[in-house]
């Protein structure tokens, strides 16, 4: 197995502070006509014009408002409060996001975003520091790391992986398996907001939820890919977070790479040895050493060389062949019922079908522009950056 691809894959983050009141005005107009809608709105919000779809519910935790920022974006929610004690904002950053910019980019997004809403501390003081927290602060309640391998015949075996002997087995049980026909799919050991271990088939997974920048991302042209590409992720939730005492990003920077370590310590893929009963002497699988090794080596590079330009122009041009094929897909069908069942009268009827059209805008237009504007709205995000 060769390893391709590390990174930070997913990062969420509480921020102590408010919004301004008219952001939360913002929020509360366009979360209520999602709701009449039944699907995300789409506004520029606050004074920096800031474009985000709006979803049409919050989140647990007292969290009123939802919104998105993008493909390679984050989903931020707002908590419908005016105490800055309280921690109001929260983030959940993309594993696109963190392909294309990193930890560091991230961060610097993130209070970007903070400084256009406006958003404000509790004006408390750092007792350590002196420092009065006019910026939110903030709050890191969840990290996780992925090392995707390129193989040509990997299969998961659960039995394979185990836990450190020294390992608490409160983080460890239960270990879920998906399969699928004779395969299995993705494994997983350990339970959040502890600490976890997740292997599984990436390829089926970005095929599953139409992921396909990642080809991009792995400079690997799909079409002439016959391998498989499996994923190990590791994560660490709220309460592994708090056992290292890893809260700020200061932390962050100074303590991620033991954490992760750790773990790929405690918890790990093994090749079986039959003659030992001991599963903890058995010796790591091969591409395991990779990961630890490479986690070592590297785990302060953060940033990968893909450009959010050539991903995103590439995810569009993928939007546009779908609609293509599904224009002309329907065309046979449509042609048949209408009584036109010689190939060589479908430009006929495709002219008189574009004639037909170009008169609903004339009957109806202000529907039309409607629809028009949904769909900008819906396609704001791969506009360029």
Not at 56 to 83: K, Q, V
Not at 244 to 249: G, I, K, P, Y
Request: charged share 30%; net charge positive; hydrophobic share 35%.
């Amino acid at each position: 197995m060769d390893l391709i691809y590390q990174n930070f894959d997913g990062l969420d983050v509480t921020f102590q502070g408010i919004v301004p009141e008219y952001i939360l005005k913002q929020l509360e107009a366009a979360r209520l006509e999602a709701e009449t809608n039944r699907h995300p709105v789409t506004i520029k919000l606050g004074y920096a014009k800031i474009p985000v779809a709006v979803a049409e519910s919050g989140m647990r935790g007292g969290y009123r408002y939802r919104f998105d920022t993008g493909l390679d974006g984050e989903t931020w929610c707002i908590a419908n409060s005016d105490d800055p004690e309280q921690w109001n904002i929260r983030v959940s950053v993309k594993s696109l996001s963190l392909a294309l910019h990193g930890y560091e980019g991230v961060k610097e997004r993130l209070y970007d975003m903070l400084e256009k809403l406006g958003a404000t501390g509790s004006g408390e003081v750092n007792p350590k520091t002196g420092e009065v927290y006019d910026l939110p602060r903030e709050a890191i309640s969840r990290v996780d790391y992925c090392f995707d391998f390129k193989t040509d015949n990997f299969e998961i075996k659960p039995e394979n992986l185990i836990a450190h002997s020294r390992c608490k087995k409160q983080y460890l049980l239960p270990q879920e398996v998906v399969s699928t026909g004779r395969h299995i799919t993705y494994s997983r050991i350990g339970s959040m907001p502890n600490k976890q271990i997740v292997l599984y088939d990436k390829i089926r997974e970005i095929q599953e939820k139409n992921k396909v920048f990642w080809w991009r991302i792995w400079g690997i042209e799909k079409n002439n890919f016959s391998q498989k590409i499996f994923r190990l992720e590791v994560r660490a939730g709220k309460k592994e977070l708090k056992n290292w005492n890893l809260r700020t990003f200061e932390d962050f920077e100074e303590k991620i790479g033991d954490l992760i370590l750790t773990i790929l310590k405690e918890i790990k893929y093994v090749e079986p040895n039959l003659n030992d009963k001991n599963m903890g002497r058995w010796p790591l699988a091969d591409f395991w050493r990779k990961a630890q090794k490479a986690a070592k080596d590297t785990l302060k590079k953060y940033i990968s060389n893909a450009k959010r330009k050539s991903v995103v122009e590439e995810y569009k041009n993928i939007l546009i062949e779908r609609y293509k094929k599904q224009i002309s897909g329907m065309l046979p069908a449509y042609s048949a019922i209408i009584g036109k069942d010689d190939v060589a009268q479908i430009p006929g009827v495709l002219e008189d079908l574009a004639n037909e059209i170009s008169q609903q805008p004339k009957k109806n237009k202000s529907k039309m522009q409607r629809k028009i504007k949904k769909a900008q709205n819906k396609f704001i995000f791969l506009d360029e950056k």
